[in-house]
C-alpha cells in the first residue's frame, strides 16, 4: 500500500512539465492531501520519505531529478507559508532549476533543490526538518 507521499511522488511527473513552480506545489497539494498545510512537522515525512526511498530499488532509483524538484518545490513553500518570502529565480541560469532560492521575508535566502540534493547524497546530516527549523529562531 502506498503512503500519501508516495502516491505524490507516483503522480509527480504529470505535473514538472509546468514551468511555474508555485503551481506545481499548489496543484499537488490539492491533488493530495498530504500534509497540514506546508508544516515544519511535514518536513519531517520528507526526511521520513528520504530515508525509505534512497535505496537502489527506492522510488528515488527512478526520475530522481523530478521528484527532488517536486519535494523542493513543497519545501520552498512551506517556507514561504512558516517565515514569509517569495521565489527567485534566474532565467538566464543553464541550471536555473538548481538554482533557485527562496528570500525569507527576514532576508534570509535558502535553496531548496539543492537541500534536497544534498539530502539524497548526504542522508540524514542534511534534515530537510533541521533545515527549515532553525529558521524560526
Not at 37 to 57: A, P, V
Amino acid at each position: 500500500r502506498n503512503r500519501p507521499i508516495e502516491k505524490l511522488i507516483l503522480l509527480m511527473g504529470q505535473f514538472l512539465s509546468d514551468p511555474r513552480i508555485v503551481l506545481v506545489s499548489h496543484i499537488f497539494m490539492q491533488e493530495i492531501p498530504l500534509f497540514p498545510c506546508y508544516s515544519l512537522e511535514s518536513m519531517k515525512e520528507i526526511d521520513r520519505f528520504f530515508d525509505e526511498q534512497s535505496s537502489e530499488t527506492g522510488l528515488l532509483s527512478k526520475n530522481r531529478g523530478e521528484i527532488l524538484f517536486g519535494l523542493a518545490s513543497y519545501i520552498g513553500e512551506s517556507a514561504i507559508k512558516l517565515y514569509g518570502g517569495e521565489w527567485n529565480t534566474d532565467d538566464s541560469d543553464p541550471q536555473g532549476e538548481i538554482h533557485i532560492s527562496v528570500k525569507l521575508a527576514d532576508g534570509t535566502v535558502i535553496w531548496p533543490v539543492i537541500r534536497c540534493m544534498k539530502r539524497y547524497e548526504h542522508g540524514s546530516e542534511e534534515s530537510i526538518y533541521a533545515y527549515l527549523f532553525v529558521l524560526n529562531s
